[in-house]
DNA sequence: ACCTGAACACCGTTCAAGT
DNA sequence: ACCTGAACACCGTTCAAGT
């Protein structure tokens, strides 16, 4: 018995390292298979042939797992083709993100869980504000229709980041005495998430995205755009 | 210090017997207190000067404990008053959810998490869809309109509820074959509920919602929306 | 009918130690 | 630098028993 080595070793990826994408990968692919109920720091690690605290060297608690695995993907959405309208190339981003909620099922969950907005989640976020306002779209109807498309945007809900879908300060919820540096960081990589961030700040002094408005102007679009369906005799098909 | 007994006792509630609405209101009184994260059933019924086992009394497991939660607030969400127009009507009670999810930070998760709709989330879903329906709209179009209301209705996403926010089949996420006698009882509670499942039934024979379509038919009025805004030189305020 | 006690099979994470 | 072992402070829930 033990000299016939034929069989290949019992899953654990033999090789003696881990590394943050291996562990991230191997999250993903555990929450594919089982679902995010399964997807525990013990379950993973015994799923990587390795003792739960190997993990926290790659990963800094449980929410860190979760937010790599979330980056990971989002990372991934497709790109329209670049030749495309504004109209489709917004439908085509806001597509891509519903097609990967269906390859992913835990992805909905993951992302209403999450706390922090991760770069790749900005990057979205800051392409689709950028395909809007190639459609010349002022920053201030770019940050308002943001909120209208909300969970569209995501193929979900995102009010789960505490201040709303098209609200753009950093990561932090307070107010935050803004580091220039770190600011222009943020330009330089999210250019017109910044922007729609300065326009809000100039437009009401408080600077705070008043997301009270923002429910009742997307409520007051939905109920208009209803109301004028019924007008015309609206029939589906 | 024994003798004086001035001190109220430390919060359990004196009186011997547990009861469900009791057990509810006390986790109400917790999340609101600490949020989600800090209710497990341990915790609860230590507050309640309970060991945990005699929760299980009242409530068939957490899930049970949270749907409970969620039914008691959304009972109490405000009616409009009676005189208005349905479009008034309906904000009303949009703005009822919300003003709830205001005052209970951690309904939204909740109802993010439930897997069940209790008989008052039903019961709201009916009532929005009666609105719409004294608004003169058509089942189909009133179907459409809940799915492009969407999180509106709740404050959030319903998209939780897997088959979407305008479906209304039975908790149950198969076809089920129809018990003509529940069924009787669904349409005597919730008359626009069947009648849109009814509507919906007949007009594609497999009965099931089309969720892509029904995304795609809000993207799109989104969209168009956003778009006439631009044409008509919209700006804020 | 309602509550208890002890137990089972789990969690995430800290801390001190090994190599 | 990376992984381990043992421990801490928790979970939800079953099952058999008490009153």
Redesign the interface.
């Known amino acids: 018995m033990y000299t016939m080595s034929s069989e290949p070793p019992p899953t654990p990826r033999a090789a003696g390292r881990l590394s943050r994408s291996g562990v991230l990968e191997a999250a993903v692919a555990l929450a594919d298979r089982e679902g995010l109920e399964s997807l525990s720091m013990r379950r993973l690690a015994s799923e990587l042939g390795v003792v739960p605290m190997a993990l926290y060297k790659h990963v800094a608690d449980k929410d860190d797992l979760v937010a790599g695995m979330i980056d990971q993907i989002v990372a991934d959405y497709r790109a329209p083709q670049p030749g495309l309208d504004w109209?489709a190339a917004?439908?085509g981003r806001?597509m891509a993100a519903?097609d990967a909620l269906h390859e992913h099922p835990w992805l909905?969950?993951a992302l209403?869980?999450a706390t922090q907005r991760t770069p790749a989640v900005l990057g979205h976020m800051d392409a689709v504000a950028g395909e809007?306002r190639r459609?010349?779209?002022?920053y201030?109807?770019v940050h308002?229709?943001m909120h209208?498309?909300?969970?569209?945007i995501w193929?979900?809900?995102p009010?789960?980041f505490s201040d709303g879908a098209g609200s753009t300060t950093a990561p932090d919820a307070e107010p935050a005495p803004v580091d220039p540096a770190q600011l222009a960081a943020m330009a330089e990589r999210y250019p017109h998430v910044v922007a729609i961030a300065l326009d809000t700040a100039q437009?009401a002094p408080g600077g705070a995205c008043d997301t009270e408005a923002e429910?009742a102007f997307?409520?007051?679009?939905?109920?208009?755009?209803?109301?004028s369906?019924?007008a015309a005799g609206?029939?589906?098909r």
């Not at 459609?135 to 002022?138: A, F, P, R, V, Y």
């Open positions: 109209r917004v439908r806001i519903r909905r969950s209403e869980r809007l459609g010349g779209l002022s201030d109807l308002h229709a209208a498309l909300g969970h569209r193929g979900f809900s009010e789960a437009r429910f997307t409520l007051d679009l939905l109920l208009d755009a209803v109301s369906l019924h609206w029939r589906s």
